[in-house]
């Protein structure tokens, strides 16, 4: 059966505090991995999608890295702004656009 | 608009009453999705429109759900005779390709079903 499981559920960071979160995933003919966070009461915002192992992609504080069977996604000297809960999404070949979505981390960054 | 619209931002039926949830997307966007979020879990996929085909439908959970979109721009979602279980977060997005690279959400409307 095809999985999408993110760890932890929960992360609480100090400031300045580097960590990364995981996703690894089971599913059969992979279309594409993504990022994305989700602010309360917001709509998860697109941060990534990569396509293959060894593949990595950058955006500010953040860094998305993709092997065969997990994706990472690095957090560098985070900032309180941070605080919010990160989704990863798979997309299968065989399905038309639809993204299967982990159950997210929610990370709290305090000063 | 500057981003994908969704109506009413909350909503409240009593059980047994049927309600449809809106969904503007951006101008031009061909790809149109209908996510289900249950409080604490990731999006769940419901339907996929490519204007205003539906390609896929395969996620919505009872013949009670139903969804158009029949001009290729804004959508629907109705669900006949609500039940409790039917409480979530219904997020629409929208993308400018087909298939969605990237996808583009709304806010959400948050249905309480009493």
């Known amino acids: 059966e095809d999985q999408v499981t993110q760890s932890p559920e929960a992360l609480r960071l100090q400031e300045g505090e580097s960590s990364s979160l995981n996703c690894s995933y089971t599913?059969?003919?992979?279309?594409?991995l993504f990022w994305y966070r989700q602010d309360p009461g917001k709509g998860p915002e697109f941060l990534f999608t990569?396509?293959?192992a060894g593949e990595e992609k950058e955006k500010e504080r953040l860094k998305a890295t993709l092997t065969k069977k997990e994706s990472f996604l690095h957090i560098t000297a985070p900032k309180p702004e941070d605080s919010a809960t990160y989704l990863c999404?798979?997309?299968?070949?065989?399905?038309?656009?639809?993204?299967?979505f982990g159950r997210g981390t929610q990370l709290t960054v305090w000063p | 608009g500057a981003g994908v619209s969704q109506s009413p931002r909350y909503k409240v039926a009593k059980r047994g009453q049927d309600v449809a949830l809106r969904c503007d997307p951006i101008?031009?966007?061909?790809?149109l999705f209908w996510y289900q979020q249950a409080l604490g879990q990731g999006p769940e996929f419901l339907t996929y429109?490519?204007?205003?085909?539906?390609?896929?439908k395969s996620g919505l959970p009872s013949d009670r759900f139903f969804a158009e979109r029949p001009e290729g721009s804004v959508s629907t979602l109705k669900i006949q005779r609500t039940q409790q279980e039917d409480s979530a977060v219904y997020l629409c997005?929208?993308?400018?390709?087909?298939?969605?690279?990237?996808?583009?959400f709304g806010s959400g409307t948050q249905l309480s079903v009493l």
């Open positions: 990569l396509y293959s």
């Open positions: 429109f490519q204007n205003e085909a539906q390609l896929d």
């Open positions: 997005a929208s993308s400018l390709a087909e298939g969605g690279e990237k996808l583009f």
């Open positions: 999404a798979v997309r299968k070949g065989s399905t038309l656009g639809r993204l299967y």
């Open positions: 599913v059969s003919g992979l279309r594409g």
């Open positions: 101008s031009g966007h061909v790809s």
